[in-house]
């Protein structure tokens, strides 16, 4: 396995600083959130500073970061609605000039007009990935979601089934599926087969709020995951792909938490030391 860092949990951060860090505890690659700046409170989802701007920033500046700290780029995480296949094919070019072979994206989100009519939308706009992806040379990754049609590993392997592994593949998001959608990942993991192509590290767990039972983002090692377990299982199963760290608890500040968490993945044996 090789271990990656999602800027989406480094929001207080520029690109060049975040990318920095990323190399210095250790890391061999970086995957960018890729959307407009914000204003406002810095936040992981609203002004997160540690991101590529489309509207400033080129594959230049994609490939001068990567260089700058020695990371592979490995994945661009746009936010895109399901059916924008203009907007996939500019990120597909961008990605294809900035060298970088993965691009997230979701399923339908879930709402009042039923499974057939999502599950169409869905598949409808994936076949229309798959035929950009193998023009630009770039993967359509679809991750695994709450609140969206593919929640779990069997619906997400069931929207993208029959296309090509090498243009679409499926991110396994293992803290997304304490919200919804778990399985056991030793089946999970084999479901996806072919199509399993990166694989989103954090943790989570729920508790009750004013008799309301609400999730929230927990640290690595204190969540309801035995995260520790999970990569064991992974090493078992022979994945060899990149596992992005996205921590997105608020116990520390950003920086600590990927400090922190560098060092449980060298006590558990899977990062190696930092140079």
Known sequence: MKFSVYTLSLPTHTPAAGAQ???RLGFGAIEWRYAPLSTGTVSFTGNNRCTIDPAHDTPATVRALGAASSLETVGLAPYLEVGDIDGFERVARFAAEAGV???????????????ATLFAEGRAYFEQVERVSLRYG????L??????????????ERLVHGLDPAAIGVIYDVGNLVVEGYEDPRV??????PYLAHVHLKN?????????W???????????????????????????????LEDLSTDRPC????????RLLREWGFLAAAN
């Open 21 to 23: 860090l990323v190399s």
């Open 143 to 156: 991750e695994m979601h709450q609140r969206s049609l593919c929640a779990s590993a069997t619906m997400a």
């Open 204 to 212: 989570a767990a729920w508790r009750s709020v004013a008799g309301e």
């Open 101 to 115: 072979s993965g691009i997230r994206l979701r399923s339908p989100s879930v709402d009042d007009r039923g499974f």
């Open 188 to 193: 999970g993991l084999g479901v996806l087969g």
């Open 138 to 141: 770039v993967r359509g990754l």
């Open 214 to 244: 609400e999730y929230y983002w927990a640290p690595l090692d204190a969540g309801m995951l035995d995260i520790r377990s999970f990569l064991q299982l992974l090493e078992t199963t022979g994945y060899a792909g990149w596992v992005s």
């Open 255 to 262: 920086d600590e938490t990927l400090a922190h968490n560098a």
